[in-house]
């Protein structure tokens, strides 16, 4: 059963501490994403990979960073330095970047106080 | 800068009652134009992809339709189970990632 998943669903901690969150994809994609959602505010990038061991920022990747050692893995930590950090966070996989549809797991809400 | 604006920011309607949804889009060369849903609390679920004016794709009561500047998401005689945010996104000619519109949220009332 191919897809992508997110965990964990919702996620807490404390103001200062960084937190990994974890995406995988079994659909043998090139491309992986991190996006963050706000209310009002729509999709906003994070970062994006292109292929194995290769990333590039979005347009927030401040506070933010990311790992692609696995095609089928791509973690996004928000460090301490992340301003506003609480927000509902999406994964999202691509045969590559460009013109093709993007698939998206479930998502990650993340409280921090 | 690739740019997606939708509207309306919200949309109720009765069962049954058929209407549009617009996403009108400024990009350099257009080389794809998507519609995802999002129903509250999950990731959203690709619904068509359109690559040129006058292209039209048919989902069930959902029908999308694409101009040079612009893309209708047409809903006829909508269900209550049709409520969700909709989502459009473009990609240019570069190899980018989708630019996302900040969505409609609909609403179907019984």
């Known amino acids: 059963d191919g897809g992508i998943t997110q965990s964990p669903k919702y996620l807490f901690r404390k103001e200062g501490q960084n937190v990994t969150l974890s995406c995988e994809q079994n659909?043998?994609?090139?491309?992986m994403y991190w996006y963050r959602q706000d209310p009002g505010q729509g999709l906003r990038l994070i970062y994006y990979?292109?292929?194995?061991?290769?990333?590039q920022k979005g347009d927030i990747a401040e506070g933010y960073s990311v790992s692609r050692e696995k095609k089928e893995s791509f973690p996004l930590t928000v460090t301490s330095a992340q301003k506003n950090p609480t927000a509902f966070y999406l994964c999202?996989?691509?045969?590559?970047?460009?013109?093709?549809?993007?698939?998206f797991g479930p998502g990650t809400r993340l409280t921090v106080t | 800068e690739d740019q997606v604006t939708q509207s309306p920011e919200a949309l109720r309607l009765q069962e049954g009652e058929s209407s549009s949804l617009n996403c009108s889009y400024t990009?350099?060369?257009?080389?794809?134009l998507f519609w995802y849903r999002q129903d509250p609390g999950k990731g959203p679920e690709f619904l068509f992809t359109?690559?040129?004016a006058g292209e039209e794709k048919e989902k069930e009561r959902l029908k999308a339709t694409l101009t040079k500047k612009e893309s209708f998401l047409h809903i006829t005689a909508p269900k209550p189970e049709d409520s969700a945010t909709y989502l459009c996104?473009?990609?240019?000619?570069?190899?980018?990632?989708?630019?996302f519109g900040k969505g409609t949220r609909l609403s179907v009332i019984a």
């Open positions: 990009v350099s060369g257009l080389r794809g």
């Open positions: 659909l043998n994609h090139d491309a």
């Open positions: 999202a996989s691509s045969i590559r970047t460009g013109s093709r549809e993007q698939y």
């Open positions: 996104a473009v990609t240019d000619s570069g190899n980018t990632p989708l630019v």
């Open positions: 359109l690559y040129s």
């Open positions: 990979s292109q292929i194995v061991n290769d990333f």
